[in-house]
């Protein structure tokens, strides 16, 4: 629970995916109507593939990672980017570090369907652990317009 003399934070999870560019922007959105501030994040982690003994150079994933948060933000906003948002990006699985920062927030946002390789899932792996396990509310956004999916009119 937020008290009154903390602003509220919403926590954004960014992959570089349209949906994730969009639940920025709706984030920045509801943020400016409720005084909160945005938290958006985008976690890496060394894919499951790649345990080994022997150390592993980080720093080709951390910069990929660094330049998926950089042009989502930038993106997001045309390069104008509110004084609320701040982006950081952390190391981990993006489930687990999603719903631990999930703590104490006001609300979690999330794109619907990220960067997986399972195009007919309505709701990505993340943005499912998400909803199952989050400490606050989450809401999943749909990117813009997208193409295939039936209408409810």
């Known amino acids: 629970m937020v008290t ?3 602003q509220a934070r919403i926590v954004v999870g960014l992959d570089g995916s349209d949906a ?3 639940a ?3 984030a920045a959105r509801l943020a400016s109507l409720l005084g909160a501030r945005v938290d958006a994040m985008t976690c890496w982690d ?9 150390a592993l150079n980080a720093s080709d994933f951390e910069s990929t990672a660094r330049q998926v948060l950089d042009d989502s933000v930038q993106g997001a906003f045309d390069g104008d980017i509110p004084s609320n948002v701040s982006a950081r990006l952390v190391q981990g699985p993006a489930r687990s570090t999603l719903i631990d920062a999930s703590k104490g927030a006001a609300m979690l946002v999330v794109g619907r369907r990220g960067r997986g390789g399972f195009g ?13 396990h989050a400490h606050c509310p989450v809401l999943v956004v749909h990117p813009p317009k997208e193409e295939g999916l039936p209408t409810y009119d």
């Open 4 to 6: 009154q003399d903390a």
């Open 20 to 22: 994730s560019i969009e």
């Open 24 to 26: 920025l922007r709706e």
């Open 46 to 54: 060394f894919p499951g593939f790649y345990a080994a003994p022997y």
């Open 120 to 132: 007919g899932l309505l709701l990505g792996s993340v943005s499912s652990a998400c909803v199952a």
